[in-house]
């Protein structure tokens, strides 16, 4: 927080989420807070290593051939370096237009109806990337597209879903393989901009505990990441 507030342009936007209730609905209310000011948010967990300035690789890359390209879209999502379907909420980008204020708010609406779901979860449900889902009858029982619903009155007409891309993840915005199919491109790690270490994953619970050995022997994978870093820029 101290780091935020000496180096923003306006410091009083610098929030100390410790403070918050620890909850993925904190996560998009604060997020909504922000889109509501005309501010566009760039969302990184905690477990987030940040490596470059972020801002000039916020492009979506192409389905053709996987490279960033010149695209507008209001929303970008780290993924699966596998896979488009399966997004990752823990680094995203919004852009603060109006149509993205309302897909945050039917969100929020929506996590809001189910305590017990994340909003990853809810994310997915949004963008329609569950397979065999029938969209159409949840939005009709949800009350997303109708102009008459009571959601749609209170959250500024029925829902739209914003242009949205991913980020590249082999290289610029990888992830951990230890939970999901990610890792860095063989000889591009200088290249990283930031590495998700999804460590809120429990470690009994990971497919591929690749980290065991540093932490076994007292040391820090995100420590071990930098050093590497540092040794090949150098």
């Known amino acids: 927080l101290r780091t935020c507030m000496r180096a923003h342009a306006a410091p009083r936007r610098c929030a100390d989420a410790r403070a918050w209730p620890k909850s993925g609905l904190s ?10 000011l005309h501010v566009d948010v760039l969302w990184l967990d905690t477990d987030t290593v940040l490596l470059q300035d972020p801002r000039p690789h916020l492009r979506p890359i192409s389905s053709e051939t996987g490279h960033a390209e010149d695209r507008d879209v209001d929303m970008l999502f780290q993924i699966d370096a596998g896979s488009w379907n399966c997004i990752n909420d823990g680094v995203f980008f919004l852009r603060a237009s109006r149509t993205t204020r309302r ?5 929020t609406s929506l996590l809001l109806d189910r305590p017990v779901v994340t909003d990853q979860w ?7 990337l569950f397979p065999n889902m029938d969209f159409g009858v949840f939005a009709r029982r949800e009350g997303l597209q109708s102009l008459h619903s009571a959601r749609s009155r209170a959250l500024d007409g029925p829902l739209q879903t914003p ?19 990610g890792g860095i491109e063989q000889g591009r790690i200088s290249d990283v901009v930031l590495f998700h270490l999804l460590d809120s994953w429990p470690r009994e619970w990971l497919p591929r505990r690749y980290f065991d050995d540093y932490v076994k022997d007292g040391q820090d994978p995100t420590h071990a990441l930098l050093s590497l870093v540092m040794q090949q820029r150098n």
């Open 103 to 107: 897909f945050v708010a039917y969100w």
């Open 163 to 181: 242009q949205w891309g991913a980020l590249e993840s082999r290289m610029r915005f990888p992830m951990t393989c230890e939970s999901m199919f």
């Open 122 to 128: 809810m994310l997915f449900v949004l963008l329609r």
């Open 27 to 36: 996560k998009l209310v604060g997020i909504q807070a922000l889109l509501s």
